[in-house]
């Protein structure tokens, strides 16, 4: 028998599952930067304030919803994409901030996809 989800449960799935696009789109950011590491110095800051800029809406977001420590490693995420420093060692935290937040996002969506179990009545005393 198939378990059916609360409305809480649901309305979880649905946040953790937009969290993940965000994510997606942080990672397809960083990927971008990778790849242009030749690219003047202007273009490679402008989208480190875009990688920063959507890493904050997301730790502003997620303050809310209380899932995991999401809100601490997007917080992070935002602040080493706007310091200065070395390009490799910045692409190096990001993606493992990025992998970081996927796997909580995982487990947070295996847990909120994961149907309650059913207490029997409680019997009158």
């Not at 502003?60 to 992070?76: E, F, H, K, P």
């Not at 602040?79 to 901030?97: C, H, I, P, Q, W």
């Amino acid at each position: 028998m198939v378990e059916k989800l609360t409305v809480d449960q649901l309305r979880r799935v649905a946040e953790v599952e937009a969290y993940q696009k965000m994510v997606e789109h942080a990672h397809h950011l960083v990927q971008e930067l990778a790849a242009n590491r030749a690219a003047p110095t202007v273009v490679l800051a402008r989208m480190c304030e875009s990688i920063a800029r959507d890493m904050s809406k997301m730790r502003q977001r997620s303050l809310t919803s209380n899932i995991g420590t999401i809100a601490d490693v997007a917080g992070a995420l935002a602040v080493m994409a706007s310091r200065g420093g070395g390009l490799n060692m910045k692409l190096r935290g990001l993606e493992d901030g990025i992998n970081s937040l996927r796997m909580q996002l995982d487990h947070a969506l295996k847990m909120a996809s994961t149907p309650e179990e059913k207490k029997p009545p409680s019997q009158p005393a």
